[in-house]
């Protein structure tokens, strides 16, 4: 059940595991989220916005997501194909549980408005990088 609290909008691939590379190793940067969030003194949710939501159970998403499994609360929907896509299937969430505080965590920067201040955009090539786990800790410890 999504809750009106600081909501991260979290992307799997290209964010918690880099894309196209040899030697792919899924979820190898979630111990740096996870070791980044657990700092964090106020409330939250994550919201599913990865691809993988089409093709797992909500359980099973959450089971990919460790120590932050908890703190899973739903998957975005699916909607009719547009324009910056992710951000309406957000925005969709935001409208429909007024939310007044929410971060997209994500590699599809085509996705998004360039406008849009709700993307901590990450390198597909990287993933979450030290510098976007901390700009999202901050901004969570900002938030509450």
């Known amino acids: 059940m ?3 609290l600081p909501t991260i909008f ?6 918690l595991h880099t894309m196209g590379n040899t030697g792919y190793k899924p979820f190898h940067q979630l111990g740096l989220l996870e070791r980044e969030l657990s700092t964090v003194t ?8 990865s691809s993988w939501r089409f093709h ?15 703190r899973v609360t739903g998957v975005t ?13 957000i925005k969709e969430v935001v409208d429909v549980y007024r939310l007044e505080h ?14 849009c ?3 901590l955009a990450c390198d597909p090539r990287h993933g979450l990088q030290e510098k976007d ?4 800790r901050e901004w969570l410890m900002q938030s509450a």
Do not use: K
Request: contains cysteine.
């Open 77 to 89: 929907p699916e909607i009719r194909p547009c324009s910056y896509q992710r951000y309406h299937e």
């Open 2 to 4: 999504i809750l009106r």
């Open 102 to 115: 929410w971060m997209a965590v994500d590699d599809a920067v085509n996705e998004f408005p360039p406008e």
């Open 117 to 119: 201040e709700n993307l």
């Open 56 to 70: 797992y159970p909500l359980e099973e998403l959450r089971g990919q997501l460790g120590t932050l499994s908890g």
């Open 133 to 136: 786990a901390r700009a999202l």
């Open 10 to 15: 979290l992307d799997f691939d290209g964010v």
């Open 42 to 49: 106020c409330d939250f949710q994550i919201v599913v916005s």
